[in-house]
Nanobody, 127 residues
Framework: QLQLVESGGGLVQPGGSLRLSCAAS????????IGWFRQAPGKEREGVSCISGRGGRTNYADSVKGRATISRDNAKNAVYLQMNSLKPEDTGVYYC????????????????????WGKGTLVTVSS
């Protein structure tokens, strides 16, 4: 059974940091680009960051550039999102998603392009 499980969310004060993890089971992430998406209450789900299958390509939404770093460890079948200098507008449910890319080194922030989704982890940035 293909599964993505996010973890690492929680309550953090503005200016703080979080490291989100996305663990895959039932399949190997080597042939998948991974994206992190988030959805704030009342808003559409938006792409935050993505990373290609071998990690050679990354992309970030303008809203998180300079504050977020995406990385992956294919040996552990996991992808991470380090978020620093968190702002209240970063609040939302964060999802990881996988897109089959075979050997292609590219990734997408288009939520409609993804093949598999996790159930999300809640990040709340508040004092």
């Amino acid at each position: 059974q293909l599964q993505l499980v996010e973890s690492g969310g929680g309550l953090v004060q503005p200016g703080g940091s979080l490291r989100l993890s996305c663990a895959a089971s039932g399949f190997t992430l080597d042939y998948y680009a991974i994206g992190w998406f988030r959805q704030a209450p009342g808003k559409e789900r938006e792409g935050v960051s993505c990373i290609s299958g071998r990690g050679g390509r990354t992309n970030y939404a303008d809203s998180v550039k300079g504050r977020a770093t995406i990385s992956r460890d294919n040996a552990k079948n996991a992808v991470y999102l380090q978020m620093n200098s968190l702002k209240p507008e970063d609040t939302g449910v964060y999802y990881c998603a996988a897109k089959m890319t075979y050997h292609g080194e590219y990734c997408s922030l288009d939520r409609y392009a993804m093949d598999y989704w996790g159930k999300g982890t809640l990040v709340t940035v508040s004092s």
